[in-house]
């Protein structure tokens, strides 16, 4: 999956903010490709869970449809934990069709991974990071 480094940027600037908190949004794209980061609050507010509200979400569904983007992502941070699916990511996986981007602040340096989820299961999926401005051809 290829992916804008602004999108990147976004999901760990939103979880050195939240921190100790988990962050959490939505990425808005294209198929095989991440665009934008759509930062959400974490109405859990807990360290060790995340959940968005209803409405927020369906703000940025709409502003992903006026601009022209799908859902391909979403993204969450764990603070102190690895970049991988816990029992409860995988329990609450939703949405099989987006690819689940965890960003893991236990290391000095983040450390940012994808997974497809299926409610059972966890797939992970390479990222490839875009600079901003490169060319989204095949």
């Known amino acids: 999956m290829r992916i804008r480094a602004a999108a990147v940027e976004g999901l760990l600037a939103e979880a050195q903010l939240r921190r100790p908190e988990e962050a959490c949004g ?7 490709q991440i665009d934008t980061f759509y930062p959400l609050p974490n109405v859990d507010k807990s360290p060790l869970t995340y959940q968005m509200d209803p409405a927020s979400i369906l703000a940025v569904l709409r502003q992903m449809e006026r601009t022209g983007q799908s859902l391909v992502g979403i993204g969450h941070s764990h603070p102190a934990t690895v970049a991988e699916p816990s029992a409860t990511d995988i329990r609450q996986a939703h949405y099989p069709q987006c ?8 290391a000095k340096t983040p450390e940012v991974r994808a997974f497809w989820i299926d409610q059972s299961s966890a797939r992970e999926e390479p990222l490839t990071v875009l600079a901003d401005g490169a060319s989204t051809a095949s």
Do not use: K, N, Q
């Open 99 to 106: 690819l689940y981007l965890i960003v893991s602040l236990r």
């Open 26 to 32: 939505l990425f808005g794209g294209a198929p095989g």
